[in-house]
């Protein structure tokens, strides 16, 4: 079936360096996608999100892109810091049902 | 508000034995989804609700689970019997209402099974 799935299991980054993390999406049928993080021990927090007729929104240090044509979505985080290392999902939303992907485990090395 | 509350935190039972989880949704939500976390599949949907009524159950994984909501501040997860594989984080969210630009899920810390 259609599922929602991410490119890098796992990403290391300089604190202060940008991340990218990178999702892809198959159901062409998603309107509504968003950004979780979840903390070791924890339950998925709200980061950010998109509606599939927008391209780009930012949040504070966070900007997410949605690419409809190649189905891919992507979270940048600005200056990434010690505190946001956790495991990123992205999720999609179909007649609101809330599907989530594998997730990314960013890793922030001071 | 408290958000959402789950109990229990941790559970460890012997296979065989029948699995309660509780869950207590924010106030004023509508929805309330029970998802399942492990390593191997991730987060997966198990069950939703919107006003206590169930209306996608289709993640649930075999008849040994069922789900309840009698009321709007009251779900249930039950696991009977309950087999090791079972082993997981069982999250309970909830959301305000339906529709796009809505969709923030608000979740609970996780009850993390542990089944023998």
């Known amino acids: 079936g259609e599922s929602v799935g991410l490119h890098l299991p796992t990403l290391s980054v300089q604190e202060g360096d940008n991340s990218i993390i990178n999702c892809a999406y198959s159901?062409?049928?998603?309107?509504?996608f968003i950004w979780y993080k979840q903390e070791s021990g924890k339950g998925p927090q709200f980061i950010i999100d998109?509606?599939?007729?927008?391209d780009k929104r930012q949040g504070q240090r966070v900007t997410v892109l949605l690419n409809k044509t190649v189905k891919h979505l992507s979270l940048q985080i600005a200056a990434t810091q010690p505190g946001d290392s956790a495991v990123y999902f992205c999720?999609?939303?179909?007649?609101?049902?809330?599907?989530f992907g594998a997730g990314t485990r960013l890793t922030v090395k001071p | 508000d408290a958000g959402v509350i789950q109990s229990p935190r941790h559970e460890v039972t012997e296979m065989g034995q029948e699995v309660t989880l509780r869950c207590k949704p924010i106030?004023?939500?509508?929805?309330l989804f029970w998802y399942r976390q492990t390593m191997m599949r991730g987060l997966e949907l198990l069950i939703y609700?919107?006003?206590?009524?169930?209306?996608?159950d289709s993640g649930m994984p075999e008849d040994r689970f069922s789900a309840k909501m009698p009321n709007a501040s009251f779900s249930t997860l039950k696991i009977q019997p309950s087999e090791p594989r079972d082993s997981a984080v069982y999250f309970c969210?909830?959301?305000?209402?339906?529709?796009?630009?809505?969709?923030?899920?608000?979740f609970g810390e996780g009850s993390r099974l542990t089944v023998l």
């Open positions: 969210a909830s959301r305000q209402r339906g529709g796009i630009g809505t969709g923030e899920l608000f």
């Open positions: 159901n062409s049928a998603s309107d509504y």
């Open positions: 998109i509606r599939s007729n927008m």
């Open positions: 999720a999609e939303n179909v007649n609101n049902d809330m599907r």
């Open positions: 106030s004023g939500h509508d929805y």
């Open positions: 609700f919107n006003n206590n009524v169930p209306i996608d």
